[in-house]
């Protein structure tokens, strides 16, 4: 059964589990089971999936980042991956207080906390407690998949970004990044966020149309990949071409592509945005869950 009083352990090698809730940090031999508790639902963990389908396993990586695992009398009964942001994994808001001291005691600065609403806004409970202050809090943010065809037409211009294109593609990037977080990518440098972008072209997950000037129209990425599905992030929409009623062509040409890599497309958006929120299911995108945003 699982406790609300929850000793944690940061980091354990070789000591067993003390009865009831403890958390550590995972490691190569906890990723069978970090996999079969992400597999509950593929859609809401895709992040965590697609880590473990590139890294093969669930030990931290060469830069730190990690995952921590709670375990309820030795088994593991939800995780949060804890790297330049806070993701939850099958995380029930009871145990958020055990990750949370975990994850303040780690010393890292987190960008954000993202993921299931009930899991991050316990966390972010939590956090706040701990002495952590929130920038901004998106409670209300809609989970939605299509798993067919779109049901408009899609917009044959929309291709995949070329690295010939890298100078016109990146600063589209850093503009939506901008006006969805209020900051630029590249403050404290423009390395880490360029590799990113560069990374998304060289796997053939970034989709752009630039027309006959070499202006980005439209580009949006496949954030999070795995066989079963993947997740659409970094939408937008030049401004000079928006409220000319591109946005659903062009959406459904990124569902089309994003089924050449699996059956299923995903996506979570602003509640407040109706815009987006009406174009998505146009689309044919139907809610399937919530998810919340706690950006730091």
């Given at each position: 059964?699982?406790?609300?009083?929850?000793?944690?352990?940061?980091?354990?090698?070789?000591?067993?589990?003390?009865?009831?809730?403890s958390v550590?940090?995972?490691?190569?031999?906890?990723?069978?089971?970090?996999?079969?508790?992400?597999?509950?639902?593929?859609?809401?963990?895709?992040?965590?999936?697609?880590?473990?389908?590139?890294?093969?396993?669930?030990?931290?990586?060469?830069?730190?980042?990690?995952?921590?695992?709670?375990?309820?009398?030795?088994?593991?009964?939800?995780?949060?991956?804890?790297?330049?942001?806070?993701?939850?994994?099958?995380?029930?808001?009871?145990?958020?207080?055990?990750?949370a001291a975990a994850a303040s005691a780690s010393g890292r600065r987190y960008a954000s906390a993202f993921g299931p609403a009930s899991s991050v806004l316990a966390l972010h409970a939590e956090l706040v407690e701990l002495g952590h202050r929130?920038?901004?809090?998106?409670?209300?943010?809609?989970?939605?998949?299509i798993a067919g065809p779109p049901?408009?037409?899609?917009?044959?211009?929309?291709?995949?970004?070329?690295?010939?294109?890298?100078?016109?593609?990146?600063?589209?990037c850093a503009a939506m990044f901008e006006e969805?977080?209020?900051?630029?990518?590249?403050?404290?440098g423009r390395e880490f966020y360029s590799r990113r972008v560069e990374s998304l072209i060289?796997?053939?997950?970034?989709?752009?149309?630039l027309n006959d000037a070499g202006e980005v129209v439209f580009k949006a990425e496949l954030g999070a990949v795995t066989s079963d599905v993947t997740q659409i992030q970094?939408?937008?929409m030049n401004p000079l071409y928006r409220g000319q009623g591109l946005s659903s062509g062009y959406m459904a040409a990124v569902v089309e592509q994003a089924q050449k890599v699996a059956p299923t497309t995903s996506l979570y958006v602003n509640g407040f945005n109706t815009r987006a929120r009406a174009t998505y299911e146009r689309v044919g995108f139907q809610q399937v869950g919530t998810f919340a945003t706690v950006l730091f």
């Open positions: 059964m699982l406790s609300r009083v929850a000793p944690w352990l940061a980091s354990r090698k070789d000591v067993p589990d003390p009865p009831g809730i550590r940090t995972l490691e190569r031999e906890d990723t069978a089971a970090l996999r079969r508790l992400a597999q509950r639902d593929p859609v809401t963990n895709v992040f965590i999936l697609a880590h473990l389908r590139a890294a093969g396993s669930a030990a931290a990586t060469s830069g730190g980042a990690g995952v921590f695992g709670v375990f309820d009398d030795g088994v593991l009964a939800g995780a949060c991956w804890a790297g330049a942001n806070l993701v939850p994994v099958q995380l029930d808001p009871d145990l958020a207080g055990a990750v929130a920038h901004e809090v998106r409670p209300d943010q809609p989970l939605m998949t049901s408009v037409e899609p917009n044959p211009g929309l291709g995949l970004g070329n690295l010939a294109d890298f100078d016109r593609i990146l600063p589209a969805e977080v209020g900051y630029s990518p590249f403050l404290g060289r796997q053939g997950h970034s989709l752009v149309h970094g939408v937008w």
